[in-house]
T-cell receptor, first 113, second 118 residues
Framework: GEDVEQSLFLSVREGDSSVINCTYT??????LYWYKQEPGAGLQLLTYIFSNMDMKQDQRLTVLLNKKDKHLSLRIADTQTGDSAIYFCAEILFSGGYNKLIFGAGTRLAVHP | GAVVSQHPSRVICKSGTSVKIECRSLDFQATTMFWYRQFPKQSLMLMAT?????????EQGVEKDKFLINHASLTLSTLTVTSAHPEDSSFYICSARDLEGASSYEQYFGPGTRLTVT
C-alpha cells in the first residue's frame, strides 16, 4: 500500500544536529525526497536520493537510506532558527500510468536558542 | 531556475461560486503538472495529474466535475473549483515536472493558493 510515515514533531537547540526519520512502504521507489515547507508557503525541494545509494551529502544536509528496512533519514547539521519548518519525506510511486509523489504527514521542526 | 507560480495566492469566495487557480512554470516546460490539496497541519493529498493537451487523471475520491483541470499549454494548468462550499476551503498547491531537468522525477512546487469559502 501507499504509506509514508514520519514522526510529527522534533525540537532541537540551535547549533545541534537534527535528525528527521521516515519509513516508506514501496520497495520499488526509485527516488526518495525531502521537502521543506515554511508557514503559508509551498514546498521547497531540499534533496533527493536515488534508491541505489546509501548516503547523500549536500552541505549541511545528509540523507541516509536503508533500503532493507525502508528507512530514510535527514540530518541537518548546525541547525539554525531558519531551519524551523515542516519537513516532508516523499516516495515515488508508479500508479495509473504516472509517477506520483506520496508524502508523509510532515515533521514539524522547532529550533530554540 | 525551475520556478512555479500560482495565482491568486489567496482568494475568498462565496458559497456557490466558482474559483479558478492558475499554475505556471515560469522558466521551463512542463508536460505534466500535479494538483494537491493540503488541510491544516496535514500532508499533501494528490488530487489529479494534469497532462498538456489531454484529460486529467483524478485520484480516487476526487470529483472531476467539481475540480475542473485544464492544461492548455506546456506552461499553464488551471484548477477550477466549481460551486464551492465551505468544506472546499483549503490550501491548494500545484507542482510541475521539468522535461529537461536533470531528473525527470523532480517536481517543483508552486507557493500555494489559500481558498476560503464563506
Amino acid at each position: 500500500g501507499e504509506d509514508v510515515e514520519q514522526s510529527l514533531f522534533l525540537s532541537v537547540r540551535e547549533g545541534d544536529s537534527s535528525v528527521i526519520n521516515c519509513t516508506y512502504t514501496d520497495s520499488s521507489s526509485t527516488y526518495l525526497y525531502w521537502y521543506k515547507q515554511e508557514p503559508g508557503a509551498g514546498l521547497q525541494l531540499l534533496t533527493y536520493i536515488f534508491s541505489n545509494m546509501d548516503m547523500k551529502q549536500d552541505q549541511r544536509l545528509t540523507v541516509l537510506l536503508n533500503k532493507k528496512d525502508k528507512h530514510l533519514s535527514l540530518r541537518i547539521a548546525d541547525t539554525q532558527t531558519g531551519d524551523s519548518a515542516i519537513y516532508f519525506c516523499a516516495e515515488i510511486l508508479f500508479s495509473g500510468g504516472y509517477n506520483k509523489l506520496i508524502f508523509g504527514a510532515g515533521t514539524r521542526l522547532a529550533v530554540h536558542p | 531556475g525551475a520556478v512555479v507560480s500560482q495565482h491568486p495566492s489567496r482568494v475568498i469566495c462565496k458559497s456557490g461560486t466558482s474559483v479558478k487557480i492558475e499554475c505556471r512554470s515560469l522558466d521551463f516546460q512542463a508536460t505534466t503538472m500535479f494538483w494537491y490539496r493540503q488541510f491544516p497541519k496535514q500532508s499533501l493529498m494528490l488530487m489529479a495529474t494534469s497532462n498538456e493537451g489531454s484529460k486529467a487523471t483524478y485520484e480516487q475520491g476526487v470529483e472531476k466535475d467539481k475540480f475542473l483541470i485544464n492544461h492548455a499549454s506546456l506552461t499553464l494548468s488551471t484548477l477550477t473549483v466549481t460551486s464551492a462550499h465551505p468544506e472546499d476551503s483549503s490550501f491548494y498547491i500545484c507542482s510541475a515536472r521539468d522535461l529537461e531537468g536533470a531528473s525527470s522525477y523532480e517536481q517543483y512546487f508552486g507557493p500555494g493558493t489559500r481558498l476560503t469559502v464563506t
